[in-house]
């Protein structure tokens, strides 16, 4: 795939809408796929209004549309930011702060024994955020968790309402 920046933007939405550039064809060709979605109608993963469930000014959590595991969520800073090494101390705080109250309320809610963080932003342009997954009882402790299989999400009202409760 050629350098993406020489289309416009209706171009690229024309080729996300037949399938044939991804999110990935976006980061590689150093356009963040976290904005382009935002800017362009949540043409690339879709509407995540039933899947939030935090949002303020500065943050929106929304659980993980291909999760790694029931409960994976991720946290997604508003404002444009390549990676972790671009934030500033202010956010990086606020982050780690409202990551650990939505792993708590994740553990709890999905009675996971334990949650992981990670963030791995990487290629030429990214959207920063953090990964929150659980690891559950029947699981081996360690890394294997960050690359579990992805599996299909499946909605779970009750359990996204409570969150969201409990989050307020
Ligand atoms: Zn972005």
Redesign the pocket.
Same mark, same amino acid.
């Given at each position: 795939m050629d350098n993406l920046k020489q289309f416009s933007n209706e171009e690229i939405v024309k080729l996300i809408k037949e399938n044939k550039i991804s999110g990935a064809d976006l980061t590689d060709s150093g356009i &963040?796929p976290? &904005?382009f979605n935002n800017e362009n109608d949540k043409i690339l993963f879709g509407d995540d209004t039933d899947k939030t469930i935090y949002e303020d000014e500065k943050f929106k959590c929304i659980l993980v549309g291909n999760p790694r595991a029931q409960g994976h969520a991720a946290i997604f800073t508003k404002k /444009?930011f390549k990676d972790m090494f671009e934030i500033d101390d202010e956010i990086c705080k606020e982050i780690f702060v409202l990551s650990k109250r939505i792993m708590k309320v994740i553990k709890e809610v999905y009675n996971a024994e334990s949650v992981y963080l990670c963030t791995m932003c990487d290629g030429p342009m990214n /959207?920063f955020h953090v990964q929150l997954i659980p690891r559950y009882s029947y699981e081996k402790r360690g890394s294997k968790n960050f690359v579990k299989p992805r599996m299909e999400y499946m909605e779970d009202k009750e359990k996204l309402e409570t969150i969201k409760n409990m989050l307020k």
């Open positions: &963040c976290t &904005c /444009h /959207h």
